[in-house]
């Protein structure tokens, strides 16, 4: 079983920066892929960013690409998501998640960011 806390968000003025952090527990987390995704008021889930659990290979959502950068620390557990030049329409609830393969299979319980214009 994998537990993962996010911290890290808040309320940020347009062209600012934030970094989310997610601190996982449990064995093993060097072999989970990690992606950070996130929910915006009246719509879907969306992927935002993920790295591989080896290489450290990593993809971005067309929306979050020159923006932000996602990367992990495994001797802490931990996987962050650095976000500048923050936009209103970034303001969502982001969630981190993990699994092995294809999937993922746990999920945090998300970390509120506003963005304020």
């Known amino acids: 079983q994998v537990q993962l806390v996010e911290s890290g968000g808040g309320l940020v003025q347009a062209g600012g920066s934030l970094r989310l952090s997610c601190a996982a527990s449990?064995?093993?987390?060097?072999?989970?892929?990690m992606g950070w995704f996130r929910r915006a008021p009246g719509k879907e889930r969306e992927f935002v960013a993920g790295?591989?659990?080896?290489?450290?290979?990593?993809a971005y959502a067309d929306s979050a690409k020159g923006r932000f950068t996602i990367s992990r620390d495994n001797a802490k557990n931990t996987v962050y998501l650095q976000m500048n030049s923050l936009k209103p329409e970034d303001t969502a609830v982001y969630y981190c998640?993990?699994?092995?393969?294809?999937?993922?299979?746990?999920w945090g319980q998300g970390t509120q960011v506003f963005v304020s214009s």
């Open positions: 790295i591989r659990w080896r290489g450290g290979n990593t």
């Open positions: 998640a993990g699994g092995i393969g294809v999937s993922y299979d746990y």
């Open positions: 449990g064995r093993a987390f060097s072999s989970y892929n």
